[in-house]
């Protein structure tokens, strides 16, 4: 079986209406085999596809099933019937498990997707085994220094939106902004900026935007699941880059230590898309996370 027959896009019927999700069957028969990780993705132009395109086949030639949802307004999945907001998308994820049928399961994400995959194990931890937290959202009580006041504005008086409408749809500026999330020129192919462009202009940023209004306040964002860490009830992998300009690598090591099981692996030389700017040090370090888990 090849990595491209591996792999099948499905849609499943929840409350908000139809989500799409790529399904990476295991292949081989490693140690793996049998087990199922959940990957959630980052916010912004970010996808299933875009996220765990590589992830995905590597993971399934390791004996693992893997299943990456479009959350709903985002890649292939339309916008939902409710505003989008991180409560309602930590919802979104249960109800995504329960209609797939899933009974045991490791769950991860970047960025916005490590908040939700942070936000489903301590809303319903029965049948998850493990978390894996890539550059993950929910670890810090706010923006770093004066950003977030200025977010805050921007974002209030339409401003962001705007920006990040244009910026995602102008060669140099999404160049640019691209080189702060992976480090990597050699990772920063044509064929990748020609991804997320297409991306950009077919799905839109209105989830999004949604999302960032909620979230975001002039003196803090609503999300920080700091405060509880220490009743993380399942072991953590938490993978980082060190040179993450959003996300400071000490808020990382603070969840590690709060964590009771919990691993941080850092990423030299990585920015916030840690895997895609360095794939074979994030899939290694994941496998050898998820062959110790202990079997249920």
């Known amino acids: 079986m090849t990595a491209s027959e591996s792999v099948r896009r499905n849609t499943v019927t929840l409350p908000c209406g139809q989500v799409s999700y790529l399904d990476f069957h295991p292949q081989g028969a490693g140690p793996n085999r049998g087990g199922t990780v959940l990957l959630l993705h980052g916010g912004g132009i970010d996808s299933a596809a875009l996220s765990w395109g590589q992830v995905g086949p590597r ?53 916005l997707g490590g908040g939700l995959a942070i936000g489903h194990v301590l809303d319903r931890p029965e049948r998850v085994t493990a978390a894996l937290l890539l550059d993950s959202y929910g670890l810090m009580p ?12 921007m974002q209030r008086t339409g401003v962001l939106d705007v920006l990040t409408r244009w ?10 902004s691209i080189a702060s999330l992976i480090r990597d020129p050699a990772q920063r ?3 990748l900026i020609t991804e997320i462009s297409e991306t950009a202009r077919q799905v839109g940023f209105t989830a999004f935007e949604q999302w960032q209004r909620d979230e975001m306040m002039w003196d803090r964002l609503r999300t920080d699941y700091t405060p509880v860490l220490g009743t993380f009830p399942r072991p953590a992998l938490i993978i980082h880059g060190d040179r993450d300009t959003g996300v400071p690598l ?36 994941m496998m050898d996370f998820l062959r110790r888990l202990p079997q249920r």
């Not at 479009?70 to 309602?88: E, F, K, N």
């Not at 230590?257 to 994030?282: C, M, N, S, T, Y």
Request: glycine letters at 10%; a neutral charge; one cysteine or more.
């Open 59 to 111: 993971l399934a030639a390791g004996g693992l099933r893997v299943i990456a949802p479009d959350h709903p307004g985002c890649g292939q999945s339309p916008l939902p019937t409710w505003r989008v907001t991180q409560q309602r998308l930590v919802a979104y994820v249960g109800e995504l498990v329960d209609a797939l049928g899933l009974e045991s399961y490791a769950v991860g994400g970047l960025s």
């Open 142 to 153: 706010q923006l770093v220094g004066a950003r977030q006041v200025l977010a805050w504005a």
């Open 167 to 176: 910026a995602a749809t102008n060669r140099t500026t999404l160049n640019w």
């Open 189 to 191: 192919t044509p064929e």
């Open 250 to 285: 000490a808020r990382a090591r603070a969840a590690a230590e709060l964590i009771p099981h919990a691993e941080l692996k850092v990423v030299v030389g990585a920015g916030h898309w840690v895997q895609r700017d360095q794939p074979d040090v994030v899939i290694a370090a």
